[in-house]
């Protein structure tokens, strides 16, 4: 059975960076088959997938175009865990922030889900 | 970036009864290997989206039978032969064919 973790705080100030961690349990960071991915929901934007990392012989990282220049995801192999850095935030950043499991191959999807993180940007 | 839509954006539903939820895309999710990427998820209230159908037709591990996806190219639906009271909640379905993923806005299902 495969479980995502999610810690972090659940208030930052505007201008300064959110950072959240998904401690991944049954499976492993540096797998060959999964992707590890940020997505947040918001009542403006809806589901919004904000990146990923995964492990192919070497490290790839993919991020969405709206936080490209703000953010970055990046694995930690020795606590199989990856994390969430989004830098310069404003209150449009405010959500609920999800990590999750994207399984290649014969399904193809964010199968498996952290409990979520309500973030919310204010001073 | 790919567009995803959803029709209807609300459905009351009779517990008993069909429902049908239909889902377009601005361009085609068929794959050069003829799968269609379209995943459908579903949020229960207060929890996080969980996995219903990938690859348009194929139930995740857990769903029950009463739950169905079908279509192809720019049209899906999924259907749900006979709705439980514990089917509430809203309804996305997701193209997994490129990055940036994209969601559609949702079909919230809630009972009459």
């Known amino acids: 059975q495969v479980y995502l973790q999610q810690s972090g705080p659940g208030l930052v100030k505007p201008s300064q960076t959110l950072s959240l961690t998904c401690v991944i349990s049954?499976?492993?960071?540096?797998?060959?088959?999964?992707?590890w991915n940020w997505i947040r929901q918001s009542p403006t934007r809806g589901l919004e997938w904000l990146g990923r990392t995964y492990y192919r012989s070497r490290w790839y990282h993919d991020y969405a175009v709206s936080v490209k220049t703000r953010i970055a995801i990046n694995p930690d192999t020795s606590k199989n865990q990856f994390s969430l850095q989004l830098n310069s935030v404003t209150p449009e950043d405010t959500a609920v922030y999800y990590c999750?499991?994207?399984?290649?191959?014969?399904?193809?999807?964010?199968?498996?889900w952290g409990q979520g993180t309500l973030v919310t940007v204010s001073s | 970036d790919i567009v995803m839509t959803q029709s209807p954006l609300s459905l009351p539903v009779t517990p008993g009864e069909p429902a049908s939820i239909s889902c377009r895309s601005s361009?085609?999710?068929?794959?050069?290997?003829?799968?269609?990427?379209l995943n459908w998820y579903l949020q229960k209230p207060g929890r996080s989206p969980q996995l219903l159908i990938h690859?348009?037709?194929n139930r995740a591990s857990g769903v029950p039978d009463r739950f169905s996806g079908s279509g192809s190219g720019t049209d899906f639906t999924l259907k749900i032969s006979r709705v439980e009271a514990e089917d509430v909640g809203v309804y996305y379905c997701?193209?997994?064919?490129?990055?940036?993923?994209?969601f559609g806005p949702g079909t919230k299902v809630d009972i009459k």
């Open positions: 361009q085609s999710l068929l794959h050069s290997n003829g799968y269609n990427y």
């Open positions: 997701m193209q997994a064919l490129e990055i940036p993923f994209t």
């Open positions: 690859l348009d037709s």
């Open positions: 999750a499991r994207w399984y290649s191959g014969s399904r193809d999807s964010f199968d498996i």
């Open positions: 049954g499976d492993s960071v540096s797998s060959n088959s999964a992707a």
